[in-house]
């Protein structure tokens, strides 16, 4: 499994033959300048929320490429009326594709599209691989519901959420990671704007006196578990 950071909460993710991008916001960030969608794969989408900032590049990159957008009802709903397929899921549900089994799992956010239409309630993703399991926290808050996950699931990572304001700052992204028993966190939804900007430095600092590991990728850089 290999995983890109393509700037705030997009990635992307290979397993295998199968390409995937999350929450692509991309074209709109100047800090992903160097970034062309156009030459991004994707045999799926998967969004956690309907924000502007989680969305704005899913209906050129799924035209262009035919991708499944996967999400709540009413963000599939709202990109099927676009022309793009979609896959409809809700909080607790799973589903076995090609790449490995999906989890929609609870996330505490907000959810509406950039003209103010009910986006559905945000979510966020356990991916169980062949090899590896992931989760992708979305936009959340800490939550006492991510200690369901590892009831279910052992994660290899988890990517969670970092730049306080609008999310989980690095306190509760610590706490997060003992709550879903994973030590390995990616994070993601920083620096974008003056809101979510982090020391670097410190953070890493602070994961690494509770015994874990924060990775803070470029835009654009890549890992694989």
Known sequence: MK??????????????DVNILVDPFISENPKA???????????????????????????????????????NFEIVSHFEALGIEGHPMNHGGSWDFEFGTVKYVNAIH?????????GGQPGGFVIEGEHKNIYIAGDTAL??????????????????P?????????????IASDFVKCDK??????????YIEINHEEAK?????????????????SIEL
Do not use: C
């Open 33 to 71: 300048s160097h970034i062309d969608i156009n030459a991004l794969k994707a045999d799926y989408i998967l969004l956690t929320h309907a924000h502007q900032d989680h969305i704005v590049d899913v209906e050129a990159i799924a035209k262009r490429t035919n991708a499944i957008v996967v999400s």
């Open 205 to 221: 600092r602070q994961f690494f006196d509770k015994g874990k590991d924060l990775m803070l990728l470029e835009i654009g850089e």
């Open 162 to 174: 970092i730049g306080d304001n609008f999310t989980m700052g690095i306190e509760d992204a610590i």
């Open 110 to 118: 907000t959810s509406s599209f950039p003209d103010g239409k009910y």
């Open 185 to 194: 966190v990616l994070g993601y939804h920083f620096d974008t704007f003056g």
């Open 3 to 16: 995983i890109t950071f393509y700037g705030h909460a997009s990635l992307g993710i290979q397993v295998n």
């Open 143 to 160: 939550t006492f519901d991510m200690k369901l996950i590892p009831m279910r699931t052992d994660l290899d990572l988890a990517i969670l």
